[in-house]
């Protein structure tokens, strides 16, 4: 089993920067691809970002693309979600994920993900 923490979340102004913790914890997920999602009221959960615990694989969403950056500290068994130049379109309650079993291009299907953290908001303010 593996959890999810996420923290970070808050109000920013439009072309401010905010950084999103994920912690995680448990057994083996050395292997695991984990990914951001994010979720506005009303919307579908959308794809934002990837990457390998183990390192590399890291894809973003055409949306965020060039704003956002994922990454990972194995040592603090943290991943992060570093955005900037945030846009209100932004705004949205923000999911990270795990997963250990799917095909590797199914990185931006929601379904695919096994563990799940409660989120943390983001309000982007114009």
């Known amino acids: 089993q593996v959890q999810l923490v996420e923290s970070g979340g808050g109000l920013v102004q439009a072309g401010g920067s905010l950084r999103l913790s994920c912690a995680v914890s448990?057994?083996?997920?050395?292997?695991?691809?984990m990914a951001w999602f994010r979720q506005a009221p009303g919307k579908e959960r959308d794809f934002v970002a990837h990457?390998?615990?183990?390192?590399?694989?890291?894809y973003y969403s055409d949306s965020v693309k060039g704003r956002f950056t994922i990454s990972r500290d194995v040592a603090k068994n943290t991943m992060y979600l570093e955005m900037n130049s945030l846009k209100p379109e932004d705004t949205a309650v923000y999911y990270c994920?795990?997963?250990?079993?799917?095909?590797?291009?199914?990185?931006?299907?929601?379904?695919?993900?096994?563990?799940w953290g409660q989120g943390t908001q983001v309000t982007v303010s114009s």
């Open positions: 990457i390998r615990w183990s390192g590399g694989g890291t």
């Open positions: 994920a795990a997963g250990s079993g799917f095909y590797y291009t199914d990185y931006f299907k929601a379904n695919k993900y096994d563990y």
């Open positions: 448990g057994r083996s997920f050395d292997n695991y691809h």
